[in-house]
């Protein structure tokens, strides 16, 4: 029996020898401001963009908590290609709390922070390794455990890269783990264009994405993955995340972490019991309470036994201004960017053609040229054009048209 446990041990002893630890991270965008959210509250708009600074700090934090080998930032760290000096300075302050723990960052840039040394008031911290160059760069290190490892990547220098840069990626190196560290889009044309085949021929453990904000597995495979940003800034993000990984003689273990402040989510609350109008936003600040900070779509649902006239839609606007005044007085921090009724079907008008329709039709003027040629008279008014300028507007528009068209009709099902 103590022969088979000795075994035991030692072969536990062996596979733990090889293990190697790492978190991979990408697309913080740690200086972008949240979008879509308006209407806030004097208290709201001090604390959003304070959470961008404690995204790191959580991302720090796991990386202390599981005793990482080193962290892997796969480009877009900064959405600014100019970060500021506050940012920076934030930003640097808390790699170097791994650096006091010992633990490597590796860092490439991407097509939003794309790398240019004029433009940052500091030094690095001396525990990050920064892939530089445009041509693809390999580094080799050992683990305090003793594995080896090899980590190659590129960083952007240029707003795009058009070149597929798997194809200059070297071969794999004689060490325990080779990982590839790359930022890029699979189907794009100017974010360095790629193939999953050719990642795979290179014989990699490991390849570290950036690019794209929402989780996405490639192959398991070896494991060619995007994280997600770790921290939504529009309601597209809802997914985030960054990747503790394990690597193995075995195989890897992948696990997805959780590290966002606040939450997108779509929220629907029913006002059956609600018969008053004045009962109506008592009931909705109740019903929001929740332990996590969100960002909210709110539906409202049930409304057949309110009066007529309980909501005007042009009081829309009024109503979020005021719920978001009140939520700013609770914590967690609740948020509420779009306010949507759902209305019952008998309150609609019946149309003899199918939402698909619709929306098809609606698809026309995401086209900015369309878009721009349907509001040419409109554009002409210099006070116009500065209140419309932000790349979100069209958007918008669109997202607004929809669900009025959502309200106010009765669309035929397709047969």
Known sequence: MLTKCLRNVMIEALRREKEMRFLHSADLHIDRSFEGVHLLSEKVKTQLPAINQKIIRNLVDVALEKAVDFVLLAGDTFHQARPSLKVQH???????????????????FGNHDYYDPQRYWFAFPENVIL????????VQ??????????????????P??????????????????HIGLYHGDQAGERYAPFSISEMKQKGY??????????????SEQPPI???????????????????LADLTPQGPTIERLEIAEIAWQKQVVSLADVTASNAVLPAIIERLKSPRSRLLHLVLTDVQQLPPDWFP??????????????????EPLQVIYALEVEQANEDKIALAVSEDYMLQFLAMYESPEMFADR??????????????????????????????LKDDFQWEEQS
């Open 131 to 138: 892939f530089s160059s445009e041509e693809v760069q390999t």
């Open 375 to 404: 509001l040419s008279d409109l554009l002409q008014h210099p006070l116009i054009q500065r209140g419309i300028t932000h790349e979100s507007f069209q958007e918008e528009v669109l997202q607004q048209a929809k669900q009025l």
């Open 225 to 243: 993955l995007y994280p997600g940003t770790p921290q939504g800034k529009t309601k597209k993000e809802q997914a985030t995340g960054v990747i």
């Open 141 to 158: 290190g050992t683990t305090k455990n003793g594995e080896t490892y090899a980590i190659s990547g590129f960083s952007y220098q240029h």
């Open 313 to 330: 839609a042009a009081e829309k606007n009024e109503w979020l201004t005021y719920l978001n005044e009140r939520l700013a007085q609770t």
């Open 205 to 218: 453990d490991y390849w570290g994405l950036g690019h794209i904000h929402v989780p996405k597995t490639l």
């Open 90 to 108: 934030d930003f640097f302050a808390q790699l170097q709390r791994l650096g006091e723990a010992q633990i490597p960052v590796y860092m490439i």
């Open 160 to 177: 795009w890269i058009t070149e597929n840069k798997v194809t200059e990626f070297p071969a794999r190196a004689a060490v325990d783990y």
